[in-house]
């Protein structure tokens, strides 16, 4: 089975960036990253094809802000964060699969059968 690692989560003040990475012990089709705030459900933010440069952001905010990418040779995607508000606290997951859609749109959660432990973000004003 899949495991997955999170890393480079911390504190930032507002404007900061920040870089998320989540290395895999195996091949998947997708990788993603969902976040989940204090109180709130669990959201997606970004997916990603591991075999073609195909992306989807939840939304245009996050995509003027945000990069996701796949390292194939170390078998890592990262989440660059930028100009990062307050709001995008959270704890953020990584999650992978093999079989549904790539994508974040609401209830994609589902399809995603391998998630990391998550990593906290935090961005202070």
């Known amino acids: 089975q899949v495991q997955l690692m999170e890393s480079g989560g911390g504190s930032v003040q507002s404007g900061g960036s920040l870089k998320l990475s989540c290395g895999a012990s195996g091949r998947t089709n997708c990788m993603a990253w969902f976040r989940q705030a204090p109180g709130k459900e669990r959201e997606g933010v970004a997916a990603i094809f591991t075999v073609r440069p195909l992306t989807h952001y939840a939304d245009d905010d996050v995509e003027g802000r945000f990069r996701i990418s796949f390292d194939e040779a170390k078998n890592t995607a990262y989440l660059e964060m930028n100009s990062l508000k307050p709001e995008d606290t959270a704890t953020y997951f990584c999650?992978?699969?093999?079989?549904?859609?790539?994508?974040?749109?609401?209830?994609?959660?589902?399809?995603?059968?391998?998630w990391g432990q998550g990593i906290e973000v935090t961005v202070s004003s």
């Open positions: 999650a992978a699969q093999t079989t549904g859609p790539c994508t974040v749109v609401p209830g994609a959660r589902s399809w995603y059968q391998r």
